[in-house]
């Protein structure tokens, strides 16, 4: 299921702690399997606790605590939009609310041509800049009015119309 190029990535990770450290290495290797899969599905959570000597229960905490773990497959582009209070306040579950219309899913779907993943997540540490998005675990878009939105989704469909 795992690849031994990835229990080879796992070991680089692991060698950065002392040997009875090696748990601290947890998210690394959460982060190498989702890389690989996609997703951390419940099997290769025992596979990173038999790897680093855990309880399995205590690496599903970790994948389940942060939200830039997939606990399943996701679209090609996941978009998380803040709905923390203050960008609640500034809009944010306007723009969720927007999404939802114009990609014709509902919070936590995926659109049927497996494109668009659809999540609202917790605080993105740019209150100021709401409403704000975070396009798969990486690019950041501020300042999201509906018009934007558009643009952005249209954007990422264009470019795999081509």
């Not at 209070?85 to 995926?110: F, I, N, Y």
Request: charged share 20%; hydrophobic share 40%.
């Amino acid at each position: 299921m795992i690849s031994e190029a990835t229990k080879a990535r796992f070991a680089r990770e692991v060698a950065k702690f002392p040997a009875d450290q090696k748990q601290s290495a947890v998210m690394a290797c959460l982060s190498i399997v989702q890389q690989e899969l996609g997703y951390v599905s419940v099997d290769s959570e025992k596979v990173v606790a038999d790897y680093l000597g855990m309880a399995p229960m205590a690496v599903h905490e970790v994948t389940t605590f942060y939200n830039m773990y997939n606990q399943q497959p996701v679209g090609k582009y996941k978009l998380n939009v803040c709905t923390n209070l203050p960008c609640q306040l500034r809009d944010g579950g306007k723009a969720l609310a927007h999404l939802e219309g114009k990609l014709g899913v509902s919070m936590g779907e995926t659109t049927p041509d497996g494109l668009f993943t659809l999540q609202q997540c917790e605080c993105l540490g740019a209150c100021a800049d709401s409403p704000v998005l975070l396009v798969n675990d990486r690019t950041m878009c501020s300042f999201m009015s509906n018009d934007k939105l558009d643009q952005l989704i249209d954007g990422l469909k264009a470019v795999e119309a081509k």
